[in-house]
């Protein structure tokens, strides 16, 4: 099997497809420092919201609610940072600090050397799932 393609800012090129097997293959294919972002956020979402959907979409991991269309999360790798989206971010108190030209968007930017606010993460990963979730 061949190693998946590193795009611009080392994003791995990961086939679409939903459930846990291709959001596992893009997770192991992030390089560096980056696929412990990319681990840790996971695995928050996963304990944060059991039965959470994923699916990979546009290069990009995404999650949902069990109990809902669309989908509330998602991230993806650029040089110097891994960029976490709320789809519903303006909506989530606090509001995530990073803005978007999207209006509802809002962003997180976690670089190697950022410490995980695990207990805000998960704050935010459970207001976001109550939301209704983006349908991309």
Not at 11 to 21: E, H, S, T, V
Not at 36 to 42: L, T
Request: with cysteine; net charge neutral.
């Amino acid at each position: 099997m061949t190693e998946p393609k590193l795009l611009s800012g080392g994003n791995p090129q990961i086939p679409k497809g939903d459930g846990d097997a291709p959001v596992a293959a893009y997770l192991a294919a992030m390089p560096g420092w980056k696929q412990r972002i990319g681990r840790a956020v996971d695995t928050l979402v996963v304990r944060t919201l059991p039965g959470v959907r994923k699916a990979v979409k546009w290069n990009s991991p995404f999650y949902g609610a069990p109990s809902q269309e669309g989908w509330f999360l998602s991230f993806h790798c650029f040089d110097r940072y891994v960029k976490l989206t709320f789809f519903r971010g303006t909506a989530l108190d606090p509001v995530p600090p990073g803005p978007s030209k999207q209006p509802d968007v809002r962003y997180l930017d976690i670089r190697e050397e950022d410490p995980i606010d695990e207990a805000q993460l998960a704050d935010w990963i459970r207001q976001a799932s109550a939301l209704a979730g983006e349908k991309l």
